[in-house]
């Protein structure tokens, strides 16, 4: 059973109508990074609750979650017209296993996210984690719909001057172009080949293995393009793999 602890909000950072970010700060348990918790309000004597990835480094105390606003959730709205100094509910241990320590190693190593999945990833990299060594590139994909929807840009650019050459930087827009970002969806970037080309970096089964967060049909779809075109086939530890998705449980 989940111990809940109360977490002051810091700062909220409304992007758009229906992005925003929360900075909390709460006496939870330290974290892996790439791991996610639950946050809970009380509504009517009851806890409503989601499950969110840390975006914050785990020696960062305070504690960042990239969220989007279901226009007709019970949830997300709560949670977007919270203000400084209000408070939630977090769970004091973290959960998931979209961690370094559950990557095989390989050469090539590709994050690809949609929407609010990039939350992960920059836990990940501004972590600095020694295991990252261990892969020859990494590659950061972000995709959106709006080219105003890429709001950790400037912190992923922040990333890429620190890892230089080892870190790829890629961002899509499905539904408008906007400069060196490419256009349309993962999947059918990746079944085209033109992710590929336009990183310069081959995806294949011999030497990369692939992590996906994000929206649940970007995952499902570019699973079965993964799994076609290159044979690969999800990771599990008894049984090793080249596909990693994040699961909220």
């Not at 827009?173 to 059918?188: D, H, V």
Request: charge should be positive; aromatic fraction near 10%.
């Amino acid at each position: 059973m989940s111990t809940w602890v109360v977490g002051k909000i810091v700062e909220v950072k409304h992007w758009t109508d229906q992005l925003f970010s929360l900075i909390v700060q709460a006496p939870v348990n330290a974290f892996v990074a790439g791991q996610f918790t639950r946050i809970g309000m009380y509504v009517n004597s009851t806890i409503i609750q989601r499950a969110y990835s840390y975006l914050n480094a785990p020696n960062n105390p305070n504690l960042e979650f990239y969220i989007a606003t279901v226009l007709e959730g019970k949830f997300t709205p709560l949670l977007r017209a919270l203000c400084s100094g209000d408070t939630v509910m977090l769970t004091k241990e973290a959960y998931g296993r979209f961690v370094l320590d559950e990557i095989p190693s390989c050469a090539n190593l590709w994050m690809l996210a949609s929407g609010t999945g990039i939350g992960p990833y920059l836990s990940i990299l501004a972590d600095h984690d020694e295991r990252l060594d261990q892969f020859s590139n990494i590659v950061l994909v972000h995709a959106t719909r709006f080219y105003k929807n890429l709001n950790y840009l400037s912190q992923i650019k922040k990333l890429k001057n620190i890892y230089s050459s080892k870190l790829r930087v890629q961002t899509i827009t499905s539904q408008e172009k906007s400069y060196n970002s490419l256009f349309g969806r993962i999947p059918t970037l990746i079944e085209n080949n033109s992710l590929e080309k336009k990183v310069g970096l081959p995806l294949n089964i011999s030497n990369s293995h692939v992590m996906l967060c994000g929206n649940p049909h970007m995952i499902s779809d570019t699973k079965e393009i993964l799994k076609k075109k290159y044979g690969m086939k999800d990771h599990v530890r008894r049984n090793p793999g080249h596909i990693t998705q994040e699961r909220y449980w």
